[in-house]
């Protein structure tokens, strides 16, 4: 079974718009994190923001917030105010267990592309 | 903030060259890197976790002794493609965790694309 689910291959939005970007996970562990990545063409990956499973509130980065839904295992990225520089693919990633020596698993990633 | 270095950008070679790609942690230590490759429009497939000072652990499917990996220090991890042939070409990216806490993030270097001709 896929641990990290992005159902939206592609999304576009106007400028100035907000956005939401999906992702469910799959673990059994009580412990993990959530990270969402921004990946430009140039290929470069840009961390955006962490939702720790323990945490009660949900994270916010600037334009960047996450709702967290812990029940529904989801945790999806939320972009105010888009601008023309946030298009590029976005990855929801997850790791399991405490620490951060152990590997984050990618979704499949969404594109996003903003429209002028 | 946390910096991961990775060289080259982007390497093209002749098939049957071997190619050496670095990944330097600039101003931390990390005793766990991480490399990754992906192919177009794809999502990152981790390879493989490189640890300091002991060998490598590698995801099932890929050829130890084609992607060799080295982490000889706190602050670098080496990624070899030995003998590289077509179907090698990618993008290949390094990342290494920023600190200890759960709440880090890991931190990528710039990746590396590879065409093998």
């Known amino acids: 079974a896929q641990k990290i689910t992005q159902t939206q291959p592609g999304m576009f939005v106007q400028e100035k718009e907000a956005v939401t970007l999906d992702c469910t996970y799959d673990t059994s562990d009580p412990s993990y994190g959530l990270f969402w990545y921004k990946q430009p063409s140039s290929g470069e990956m840009i961390f955006l923001i962490y939702?720790?499973?323990?945490?009660?509130q949900n994270a916010t980065e600037g334009r960047y917030s996450l709702n967290f839904q812990k029940a529904r295992k989801s945790a999806n990225l939320v972009i105010s105010a888009s601008q023309l520089g946030d298009s590029a693919m976005y990855f929801c990633a997850m790791r399991e267990g405490g620490g951060s020596a152990r590997q984050l698993t990618f979704g499949s990633g969404t594109q996003l592309t903003v429209l002028p | 903030g946390a910096v991961v270095s990775q060289h080259p950008s982007w390497v093209i070679c002749k098939s049957g060259t071997s190619v050496k790609i670095e990944c330097r942690s600039l101003?931390?230590?990390?005793?766990?890197m991480f490399w990754y490759r992906q192919f177009p429009k794809q999502s990152l497939m981790l390879m493989a976790t490189?640890?300091?000072?002991?060998?490598?652990?590698?995801e099932q499917g890929v050829e130890k002794d084609k992607f060799l990996i080295n982490h000889a220090s706190l602050t670098l991890s080496t990624l070899t493609v030995t003998s590289a042939h077509p179907e090698d070409s990618s993008f290949y990216i390094c990342?290494?965790?920023?600190?200890?806490?759960?709440?880090?993030?890991?931190?990528f270097g710039d990746g590396t694309r590879l065409s093998i001709l």
């Open positions: 490189s640890n300091e000072g002991s060998k490598a652990t590698y």
């Open positions: 101003d931390f230590q990390a005793t766990t």
């Open positions: 990342s290494a965790n920023g600190g200890r806490d759960s709440n880090q993030p890991q931190h």
């Open positions: 939702q720790g499973s323990y945490d009660q």
